[in-house]
């Protein structure tokens, strides 16, 4: 079973800019994180991608799929096996996110 993601998990895009989550949830929590959940907010910084002369970096995650079997507060949360979506700020999709850690205690669906 994959490891659920949590505040503590390490996430990045696929140029190398940093995810970091914003967790609406503050009470349903794994291994002293609050779980994340698609809803949640996943901003990008650092991402040094270019087309041409022009800067594109990749701002936030969009997930399109998550657990299936597991929930926190009414949303399905997020696993190693999630897939999340690095956009620019045009929503042009730019990568798959890249989850290099997380918590490995708790694993869901």
Request: glycine share 12%; net charge neutral; hydrophobic share 45%.
């Amino acid at each position: 079973m994959p490891g659920l993601l949590n505040v503590s998990s390490v996430m990045m895009c696929p140029h190398g800019g940093t995810v970091q989550a914003i967790p609406g949830n503050a009470r349903v929590s794994a291994a002293g994180g609050f779980l994340l959940r698609p809803s949640d907010t996943f901003l990008i910084v650092g991402c040094p991608f270019v087309i041409g002369p022009v800067p594109s970096p990749c701002v936030e995650v969009q997930w399109v799929v998550a657990a299936t079997g597991s929930q926190a507060l009414g949303d399905s949360t997020l696993t190693e096996a999630s897939v999340g979506l690095c956009c620019a700020a045009t929503q042009a999709v730019q990568g798959a996110v890249l989850i290099m850690s997380t918590q490995p205690r708790v694993a869901g669906l």
